[in-house]
């Protein structure tokens, strides 16, 4: 019989996820209650949302009912669920990111007045940390910044408009998205992290 011991650890795992592998919703339902909490957990540590956080351990058990016979190859269910939250987790602010990215209109037809997500809330502290960064460029990697990243000039067509070779701006452009990724990899959690490293893909 399984047994939960005084610190709530499953007292034989592999028997548990056997009988999960087999197909044991009732089993499942014990493996849920039992290791859902520490998932949440750690996944909100990452995202900072409640939302965000349940969405992925739905993912997360999901996929564990989905593995079948995989699950009795599994030897430390702790390790395995925190590297499966970690990478559902990263597949997750990806999506979110690409999506806001592909989204030109989203900040500007935006209604704060009314239904304002978690995950816009997150988008726009992200925009914020961005701003951060970008303001604390030397003034030529800022100005070569603006027309490449957010005007959406080509190199050959910044370097026209500023009177510099292609090569020069390339190189500014460069260094400017160095010091960002370093500016916000220092200055963030990882939702905002991902999120805005996305937004940062370079130009050419």
Known sequence: MIQINRKGNLTDEKELLLLVSNGNAKAFSRLFHAY??????????LVKSDTL????VQEVFVKIWNLESQLTEIENLDAYLRVTTRNHTLKLLRRMALEIKTSKTMAENYDDSH??????????????????????LPPQQKLVYQLCQQEGLKYEEAAARLNLSKLTV????????????NYIANHTDIATLVIVL???GEKK
């Open 36 to 45: 859902s909490p520490k998932v949440y957990a750690y996944a909100l540590k």
């Open 198 to 200: 996305t937004l940062l």
């Open 170 to 181: 390339k190189t500014h452009m460069q260094h400017a998205l160095r010091f960002l990724r």
């Open 53 to 56: 956080a349940e969405e992925i």
């Open 115 to 136: 239904n304002e997500t978690e995950e816009y809330i997150i988008f726009k502290e992200s925009a914020q940390i961005l701003n951060q960064a970008i303001d604390k």
